[in-house]
């Protein structure tokens, strides 16, 4: 299956001629032209997830009990509804009051959420679990502390399958990626399983000047797959880029169907 992460960049007036009015139709047609089974993004707000679930039929928006807010900016996991049944999920917020709607914590600039689900693929009738996150931008202990939220679910889930996707702010090699990586979180950086280059071509923050700007900050970590082929999408129209990340996108198979079958 094809799993994609992509920061939206969030609908901001101030970006001028790369206002998510002139760019949106891009993003419905990058994702469509590269038909991710599981797309998670970040950064949309109520009205551009609104916008993508009604020019995305073919997928399910996961938003389980979501508070309307025309502010917050929520990651979100978007499935295709042919292939997959959720099961079950929730959202939870990355803070010391993770059931509290907005809570933030340590140094965080904004309240930050993961969505996370268990689903079936309806042909093989695997099960795995799939989380999308966006770690905060100023926070270095929120990040940590966030990083070791998500590190505490994927544990919890001993050798389920599993996929952690997102924009973590951080570089490979940095505490948060540590922690998330770590022995008992059962969790591989799929850009280093496939021992892909650290270098600007790894990297997929860009500014929407198309130009690799600061690192990877967005990461497909998976546990119980292989991992067969990764890129970094750079889709653009005359000079114009759907956001200021570039998507990352992974192709996974089951690397123990027992293991999924067991769930």
């Not at 001629?17 to 469509?32: G, K, P, Q, T």
């Not at 997929?204 to 690192?215: D, K, N, S, V």
Request: charge should be negative; hydrophobic fraction near 35%; proline fraction near 5%.
């Amino acid at each position: 299956m094809r799993v994609m992460t992509f920061n939206l960049r969030f609908e901001n007036d101030k970006d001028g001629a790369n206002d998510w009015e002139s760019r949106r139709r891009m993003v419905v047609n990058l994702i469509n032209d590269h038909a991710p089974d599981i797309l998670g993004t970040q950064e949309g707000k109520w009205s551009q997830l609104s916008y993508l679930q009604e020019m995305l039929p073919d997928y399910d928006a996961f938003m389980p009990d979501r508070v309307y807010d025309s502010k917050i900016q929520c990651p979100t996991l978007f499935v295709q509804k042919k292939r997959f049944e959720i099961l079950e999920g929730r959202d939870i917020w990355l803070s010391e009051t993770p059931e509290v709607h907005l809570s933030k914590s340590w140094d965080s600039a904004f309240p930050r959420m993961m969505s996370y689900c268990l689903m079936i693929d309806r042909t093989s009738g695997n099960k795995f679990h799939a989380g999308v996150t966006h770690l905060d931008h100023v926070g270095v202990e929120a990040r940590r502390n966030q990083a070791k939220i998500i590190a505490c679910w994927a544990k919890s889930l001993k050798k389920e399958p599993k996929i952690v996707m997102g924009d973590f702010n951080e570089e490979p090699g940095s505490d948060v990626h540590r922690i998330l990586t770590a022995p008992e979180t059962r969790l591989l950086d799929t850009w280093e399983v496939l021992e892909k280059p650290e270098d600007e071509t790894a990297f997929t923050h860009h500014g929407f000047t198309g130009t690799p700007q600061l690192a990877r900050l967005d990461w497909i970590l998976a546990g119980g797959f292989d991992v067969l082929d990764a890129g970094i999408v750079r889709d653009q129209k005359g000079g114009n880029y759907p956001s200021d990340h570039f998507p990352y996108m992974v192709d996974l198979a089951p690397s123990n169907k027992q293991n999924f079958q067991a769930i």
